[in-house]
């Protein structure tokens, strides 16, 4: 096309203002457009749309990315002034979790009086159950060992969907469906 216009450009004796200049600018300028078009975009992106926000207890919040799924309860940098606080007990995490899922499944499974959200045992990583007749002040007793959950959306018959809820390092929660899955099903004896 270069070539074509530079022709007629030597043939009509024109220089600058001729119409392939003015094509050419035309579209260097729609050009400019749409990248800052994407640009702004982008920029929108990232500042509303990145993030989901869940409430978390009475006073936290749970960030998840929507690109990565990651999830951690802000703030979520780590880098804080304060002296470290003591980590939660048992029960704290437990109750950390039933707020969760009831505000990630709040959709999927609604509140109504016959199902219910509950932890229905601790396990270890290779699907054991935290041992119930255990005092915790045993000394060789780590209620750490056991940091998998199993939280069920359950009527009083047990029944229901049941779900494996692992705490991560950040402060999230990974969430696997343990009904439907097979290999999570017969890690912890739902199938034989």
């Not at 009509?12 to 050419?24: A, I, K, M, V």
């Not at 470290?84 to 007990?89: A, D, I, L, N």
């Not at 029960?91 to 959200?117: C, F, K, T």
């Amino acid at each position: 096309m270069r070539s074509r216009c530079r022709r007629r450009r030597a043939a009509h004796g024109l220089e600058s203002d001729s119409p392939c200049d003015q094509q050419r600018a035309r579209c260097v300028k729609t050009r400019e457009y749409v990248i800052l078009g994407i640009l702004g975009i982008l920029v929108i992106f990232q500042v509303f749309l990145r993030y989901q926000y869940v409430p978390l207890g009475k006073s936290q919040l749970v960030r998840i990315d929507r690109l990565t799924r990651q999830s951690c309860i802000e703030p979520c940098n780590g880098s804080s002034a304060s002296p470290t606080p003591e980590p939660p007990t048992e029960a704290e995490v437990d109750a950390d979790i039933i707020s969760y899922m009831q505000s990630l499944y709040r959709l999927i499974h609604p509140r109504n009086g016959r199902y219910m959200w509950i932890i229905a045992g601790h396990f270890d990583r290779a699907g054991i159950p935290e041992p119930t007749n255990i005092d915790p002040s045993d000394p060789d007793f780590n209620s750490q060992d056991y940091p998998i959950r199993q939280a069920c959306f359950c009527s009083e018959k047990m029944t229901g969907w049941w779900y494996q809820v692992i705490p991560t390092s950040s402060g999230g929660f990974n969430v696997s469906e343990i009904t439907g899955n097979s290999v999570l099903e017969k890690k912890y004896g739902f199938t034989k």
